[in-house]
């Protein structure tokens, strides 16, 4: 829901630490499931489709969508076919622990894939966490081990602490100022960069978290104006950030204040505009012109699938592309090597990814990670970090 006026919380000008968080009780069942069915798995993705995430949504369902088709084509999943069912994983959803549950409960469905945010990760897993499988996709802030979940996206510290050493030698920014929406990703997230950011010789002078919909950030802009900040820590999620940094680069904040991501993505940036863009850095996983051969033979294939209407490539897509891919892998290797489902995981795998990313088991996936500059409506990626 949209706010006229934004709700800031923990802002100040000076070395204040931000409130300690409460991690929510999470008591997930057994991790085991009924066998497979006789001739097809069933999937539940959960995606945005409203909301500030909503942007995420029509490319993470064509990208899901295309690692299924491949899968069909070829031996399936553990020789299984492969359909997928959608949960809306907006963040304003009311349903989405009922919806769930029911699926969970009926064995309509034998693991989840989630694109959505951490708080409606942690509302996933209070629901049915541990039951079934559940592949998590995006970057988030880390640290999650509940039995059963592989959470296979970029994590805050490989994204932001290399990011910031770059950007300090390079441009030497001094003092940073951190906004980000009011929930967990984004208040761990600044509290890893605080350290990160005095490592570089800097300091954070101010932070800012805003609820879900926030359309006014003139307060904010006022605040980072009278920080002096010269660095801005950006952790706004879908088109919260696309309309943060609408309204900074119309304020002229963009002339002479660096601005940092780890998720702004391709939809985002064409939302932003090339006019509000000037020194926007990301540092993410996975760019569409990343000129790698995992890449380039991953758009030709989504390409040719999908034709010249396809939904735009970008980071949040192709993580459910991966995530179908790992899924159908930690299937077929726990069949393969006849693995108690608690067990599931534990041992490397090969996954086909888009960003060659390599599971080295034992919930550790590793990650390469670019940093980007976005020039006009495209990411110039400068260099792997």
């Not at 929930?183 to 600044?190: E, G, M, N």
């Not at 534990?346 to 599971?359: C, F, V, W």
Request: glycine letters at 10%; charged letters at 20%; hydrophobic letters at 40%.
């Amino acid at each position: 829901m949209a706010s006229s006026s934004p709700v800031s919380r923990n802002v100040a000008c000076g070395r204040g630490m931000p409130r300690p968080l409460l991690r929510p009780r999470v008591r997930p069942g057994p991790f085991q499931r009924q066998p497979l069915p006789q001739s097809e798995l069933t999937v539940a993705l959960c995606v945005p489709l409203g909301g500030s995430a909503g942007i995420w949504g029509p490319s993470g369902l064509a990208c899901a969508r295309l690692a299924v088709a491949e899968l069909n084509r070829g031996p399936g999943i553990s020789g299984h076919s492969c359909r997928l069912i959608t949960v809306n994983a907006s963040d304003d959803s009311p349903d989405i622990e009922a919806t769930l549950v029911d699926l969970v409960e009926n064995h309509a469905v034998d693991a989840l894939i989630g694109l959505h945010t951490s708080a409606v990760r942690h509302r996933i897993l209070r629901a049915v966490g541990g039951h079934i499988p559940f592949v998590y996709t995006p970057l988030y802030e880390g640290g999650e081990s509940t039995p059963g979940v592989f959470a296979i996206g970029e994590v805050t510290s490989n994204q932001l602490a290399p990011a910031i050493r770059w950007l300090g030698v390079h441009r030497r920014p001094l003092r940073w100022f951190a906004v980000g929406n009011d929930y967990v990703w984004p208040h761990v997230s600044h509290r890893q960069a605080r350290r990160y950011i005095a490592d570089a010789g800097a300091e954070m002078v101010g932070e800012a978290y805003l609820p879900f919909g926030t359309s006014d950030f003139s307060e904010v802009l006022d605040q980072i104006r009278q920080c002096r900040a010269d660095a801005v820590l950006v952790s706004l999620v879908g088109q919260d950030s696309v309309e943060f940094n609408r309204a900074f680069g119309r304020a002229g904040l963009a002339r002479g204040i660096l601005r940092l991501s780890g998720a702004i993505g391709e939809n985002e940036l064409l939302g932003i505009g090339a006019e509000n863009a000037d020194d926007l850095f990301v540092s993410s996983g996975y760019f569409a012109t990343l000129d790698t051969d995992e890449n380039l033979a991953f758009k030709a294939r989504y390409d040719s699938h999908y034709g010249e209407r396809a939904p735009t490539l970008n980071t949040f897509g192709q993580s459910t592309y991966e995530g179908v891919h790992f899924l159908a892998a930690l299937f077929n290797q726990a069949l393969q090597s006849h693995q108690a489902w608690d067990a599931m995981g534990q041992a490397p795998m090969h996954y086909q990814s888009a960003r060659a990313a390599q599971y080295a088991g034992g919930g550790v996936n590793d990650t390469p990670i670019y940093l980007a500059r976005a020039d006009g409506h495209v990411f110039q990626v400068i260099t792997r970090l």
